[in-house]
């Protein structure tokens, strides 16, 4: 095993790499917008990230026979292009003392092998991200419940996948004593632990979790890597409400932990179904060949399914001509121009990613969120511009700054601007990369960019020119002695005969 990840694991991913390299690939702004997300997210308890995700069944060549190569490539093409969720069905080979996937020749645990080579290329500041993988078993699976009693399945996940990576319930149940997990009421010994800790603290990035067949498995296996179904709430898209019209409905809905729809959706209601509050598993086929015609149709799917905030093409601090015009239209009190603050476009007529990139000393109203209340909003009644985010006054008592954070916190902001009858309106929200260029974080105008380092070119200026001065100045007094000479060597001669004259006078013996 040891063997296989040193030398052979690495070789097979970089052949799978170079394959991959047929889809469609990520432009910068969508990478922005990803993470950027996930920022957003970052005191978000786990059970309540979107997560997209898809049928795995669904999406790899369907025949028994078809290249294991080319079908594991494309489980690693799903993962570097931000799928974070995997329904996976598996059957038991008696014969061979095996779980595959199921309609396929692919070993479970190549399928684990692939997600660890993943895992261990993105686990940086900057890719970490959370994965969930769903596990369901077909129906001579279940039957043959005696066959499946005597194979370890803890022993094959932690041969497929490093134990260090994956969240297991002894870990829960660790963060829950210690006060780590979260609601959205604040921490809760029921609750789940942040995105922040769950990736950065505590460093894991799987989550195991079985929608049936748990009882199969003797108690070792149900107790250790991999949460029971009754920690998920997995539906399909004819058992549920959508939209949500209340902020009771959506507070309702945040109550349930883990939430998945399953479906066949269209790209077009992907936002419909994340803004109440699920990760979509899509049961249909999104072809993965990259043919002129497919390539558009996946990134367009990708997109669609990735992002609820930004628009694929934004943020990249940068807009284009007629977002120009409009600013250059807008009230301003500074000539200045600066690109580099999010703003929440709402339209009533249009349910589109809202966020966009705005004119930081563009006057625009704020947008207020009420204390610590997840779903409760005010647009402010002053304008500024983004600098003057800062100041206290310009949310109500009680409110502050805020953006939304989740596809259910902007659906309740949905909700509040309809109540107000609002039909069109830009407002300034909580994200901006003015301290660095694309790193799009939180916390107001003066907020530090986590991945850089970064001092202000005004501090920068304030900071050198004195000790420009300085070497200026000795540079010219160092110049100023190589120009003029000290007359030392002029006088030499002139001291050595003053000295022979006065030793001829001196009387040689000692004196009487």
Not at 19 to 34: C, H, K, N, T
Not at 222 to 238: C, G, I, K, R, S
Not at 487 to 498: E, G, L, S
């Amino acid at each position: 095993m040891l063997l296989y990840f040193l030398v052979v694991a690495p070789l097979w991913m970089l052949s799978g790499l170079v394959r991959a390299e047929v889809w469609p690939s990520f432009s910068d702004e969508m990478i922005y917008a990803i993470r950027s997300q996930r920022d957003l997210m970052q005191n978000i308890s786990i059970d309540q990230v979107p997560l997209p995700g898809l049928a795995l069944k669904n999406s790899l060549p369907g025949s028994i026979t078809s290249n294991e190569t080319e079908s594991l490539t494309t489980i690693l093409s799903l993962l570097h292009h931000g799928i974070q969720s995997f329904r996976v069905d598996l059957t038991f080979n008696s014969s061979a003392g095996e779980w595959f996937l199921e309609g396929t020749n692919i070993r479970f645990v190549k399928m684990l092998n692939t997600v660890n080579l993943f895992v261990m290329a993105t686990n940086t500041n900057l890719d970490a991200n959370i994965l969930t993988i769903l596990l369901r078993f077909d129906n001579d699976t279940l039957r043959n419940s005696n066959a499946i009693k005597e194979a370890n399945f803890t022993a094959i996940l932690e041969e497929g996948l490093s134990p260090g990576y994956v969240y297991s319930i002894a870990d829960l149940e660790r963060d829950r004593e210690l006060n780590q997990t979260l609601s959205i009421n604040g921490y809760s010994d029921t609750g789940w632990v942040g995105l922040s800790r769950f990736l950065f603290d505590v460093k894991k990035r799987v989550v195991f979790g079985f929608l049936n067949g748990a009882e199969l498995f003797s108690e070792d296996d149900q107790d250790n890597l991999v949460f029971p179904p009754e920690t998920f709430h997995y539906v399909t898209a004819n058992n549920i409400t959508c939209p949500l019209n209340t902020v009771e409905d959506i507070m309702r809905v945040s109550q349930i932990q883990w939430r998945f729809l399953e479906g066949n959706f269209s790209y077009e209601n992907y936002l419909h179904y994340l803004e109440c509050g699920y990760s979509l598993i899509l049961t249909n086929p999104i072809d993965t060949r990259n043919d002129s015609s497919q390539g558009t149709s996946l990134q367009r799917h990708l997109s669609s399914l990735l992002l609820w905030s930004w628009n694929a093409t934004a943020p990249d601090d940068k807009l284009d001509e007629s977002e120009d015009s409009d600013d250059s239209e807008s009230s301003s009190t500074s000539q200045y121009v600066a690109y580099r603050c999010g703003a929440f476009s709402y339209n009533d007529y249009e349910d589109l990613d809202p966020f966009k990139i705005g004119n930081c000393y563009r006057n625009l109203p704020y947008l207020c969120r009420f204390s610590d209340r997840a779903y409760f909003w005010n647009i402010s009644e002053d304008t500024g511009t983004y600098f003057e985010s800062d100041d206290k006054d310009m949310c109500p008592t009680g409110y502050k700054f805020g953006v939304p954070r989740t596809p259910l916190q902007q659906r309740s902001l949905r909700i509040h601007l309809n109540d107000m009858d609002i039909d069109n309106l830009d407002f300034w929200i909580d994200i901006n990369s003015i301290s660095v260029s694309n790193c799009w974080i939180t916390g107001g105008p003066y907020a530090s960019c986590p991945y850089q380092k970064y001092g202000s070119r005004r501090n920068y200026i304030a900071m050198t020119v004195p000790t420009s001065a300085i070497a200026l100045v000795l540079l010219l007094v160092i110049f100023y002695f190589n120009w003029v000479h000290v007359p030392i060597q002029d006088n030499r001669n002139n001291w050595k005969r003053i000295i022979n004259a006065y030793s001829k006078e001196e009387v040689e013996g000692v004196p009487s």
